[in-house]
């Protein structure tokens, strides 16, 4: 209901000015529950803010329906109570007094190796050969930082290396240099919950369609929007509004695509109702509506258990391994369970010694959990560290570089050609045997660093310009492109030689609006752009 003319006007001039404050780009898309992504239509041009992965159309050039489905355990997972060392149980039970897991409150892996019954779920799994246990997953030097470990198990760098790109967002770079004016017609890889990950990030750019939580991506899917239309205050501040949200909600062209795939497919009933049971409900039914992402990552976050770990872990991983067990089960009433890997990952596992308050410190090393059809088989991969030979903060020695597990995976699942694979982690790694078998290897023929043009942003003298350099003499032309797709002119269309050259994106000094803005270059007619932001 409206108030008297003189409030109303009062107080939409309040709530118009207060919306329009925070109406900047990360705001506008966290209204949405799209933290700083989207892939956008602005009037007639596909503009990929960050939505739209090009890891889906790279990968759609292999003959394969492969899914990846990474489970991130954030904030440190216990491997120790994970996969219990049976084999040297006497040194794990005396650095762990209280919060050990006793004999009779696991089940067998192995002679060697146990899990705690509040795993359980994961039981027929295994039996039926559909697990690896990757042991000791880690890297040198480990920091203890929750969030410089993340980024490093996302950017695939060494300790202490400034990079700031993902291993996905440098492959799809590699292979769409114009992604944001030619996006793919699928968004390839969907994140749920890990909206500061790396992973995905490219050089100005995060390539995955993130959410916040599952309710957000269950309303796109649901309805194919993004803002609810129907609950409206019925004045003029609920007309603009409307307005605003009915074009919010045109430009986020894959909600139809979700939405076509959620309605494709059934629901299934046998999920809990937990965040991690959610997340991989919503996942599974995109999978059976055939989205075609090719890569998702779901979030179960609380693995940071400094006190009180007992009941805190079973909590986290009895939900966790129910949730695999039925999304496993889910995906097998369409026989989708044979194209589907699932891993875990978490940025380090827990100290080896128990602390005062019923807990663990951060650790170092920790297994990683390995599910699907595509393994051949259970099993162990790799060593699990000595507990007798810990490192001088009490960590047990990671024995397996998780890089080696991401080259193999790229490899032998995805069917990504080795030679992207190595310049994508940007040094060759081991490939370990997970017992995956490549069918068909990703044809790449565009994906060659050598030439590609190298360009950047440069923002200097109250300016933007674009930096570029050439291997040979070319033609360059540069355009600029607005957010709502209206392509500004010409900024620069001569030919040079070879060499380095630094081009102004403003050089008449328009009054242009500060905001986000796309240059595009048209080099030997191949195309590559990115984004930039003015400022007044």
Avoid at 11 to 17: A, I, M, Q, S
Avoid at 344 to 362: K, L, P, Q, W
Avoid at 503 to 522: E, F, H, S
Wanted: charged share 15%; glycine share 8%; with cysteine.
């Amino acid at each position: 209901m409206c108030e008297d003319k003189n409030i109303q006007n009062s107080r939409l001039g309040k709530k118009h000015n207060k919306e329009h404050a925070v109406w900047n780009r990360r705001s506008f898309l966290q209204a949405l529950g799209l933290a700083g992504t989207g892939s956008i239509v602005l009037g007639n041009l596909p503009i990929s803010a960050a939505t739209q992965t090009p890891l889906s159309a790279a990968l759609s050039m292999a003959e394969t329906d492969r899914v990846l489905v990474i489970v991130r355990l954030k904030g440190g997972n216990d491997g120790l109570n994970t996969v219990i060392p049976n084999y040297d149980y006497s040194t794990y039970a005396s650095l762990r007094p209280t919060i050990k897991i006793d004999n009779a409150n696991s089940f067998a892996l192995s002679n060697a190796f146990r899990m705690p019954n509040y795993m359980n779920a994961l039981q027929p799994i295994w039996s039926s050969g559909k697990m690896k246990v990757v042991q000791g997953v880690g890297y040198p030097n480990q920091n203890l930082s929750h969030f410089s470990s993340a980024d490093l198990w996302s950017s695939a760098a060494d300790n202490g290396s400034p990079v700031q790109t993902g291993v996905f967002g440098r492959y799809f770079e590699g292979i769409y240099p114009d992604y944001l004016v030619n996006p793919p017609t699928a968004p390839p890889a969907i994140q749920i919950g890990s909206l500061s990950n790396l992973l995905f990030t490219g050089d100005t750019t995060s390539y995955a369609f993130s959410v916040a939580n599952p309710t957000q991506l269950a309303q796109i899917a649901q309805s194919g929007t993004a803002f609810d239309m129907q609950n409206l205050p019925t004045c003029d501040y609920g007309a603009q509004l409307g307005f605003m949200r009915s074009v919010t909600n045109s430009t986020y062209n894959y909600a139809s695509v979700i939405n076509t795939a959620y309605d494709a497919s059934v629901a299934y009933a046998a999920y809990a109702d937990n965040d991690i049971a959610k997340q991989l409900a919503i996942v599974a039914r995109l999978i059976k509506g055939n989205l075609g992402t090719k890569v998702y990552m779901v979030t179960l976050d609380g693995f940071d258990t400094h006190a009180n770990q007992p009941a805190r872990h079973q909590e986290l991983m009895g939900n966790l391994t129910t949730a695999l067990a039925v999304f496993y089960d889910d995906l097998a009433t369409v026989g989708k369970d044979l194209d589907v890997l699932g891993m875990t990952i978490s940025e380090f596992g827990r100290r080896a010694e128990e602390n005062a308050s019923n807990g663990t410190d951060h650790g170092s090393a920790a297994p990683m959990l390995l599910f699907g059809e595509g393994l051949n088989g259970n099993g162990f991969v790799g060593n699990h560290p000595d507990l007798s030979n810990l490192d001088a903060n009490g960590n047990i020695q990671f024995t397996t570089d998780f890089r080696d597990v991401y080259a193999t995976i790229l490899e032998d699942w995805l069917c990504i050609d080795a030679t992207v694979v190595d310049t994508t982690l940007m040094q060759t790694y081991n490939r370990v045997d997970l017992g995956l078998v490549c069918t068909s290897v990703v044809s790449t023929p565009d994906y060659n660093t050598e030439n590609l043009l190298e360009h950047r942003p440069i923002y200097k003298e109250n300016s933007v310009f674009v930096e570029f350099n050439l291997a040979t003499a070319m033609h360059i032309k540069i355009e600029l492109i607005n957010v709502l797709g209206q392509n500004l002119g010409v900024i620069h269309n001569e030919r040079h030689l070879a060499g380095n050259y630094l081009v102004d994106l403003n050089p008449n000094k328009k009054r242009y609006t500060a905001g986000q803005y796309i240059y595009r270059i048209i080099a030997n007619d191949k195309a590559y752009s990115k984004s930039v932001v003015f400022v007044k």
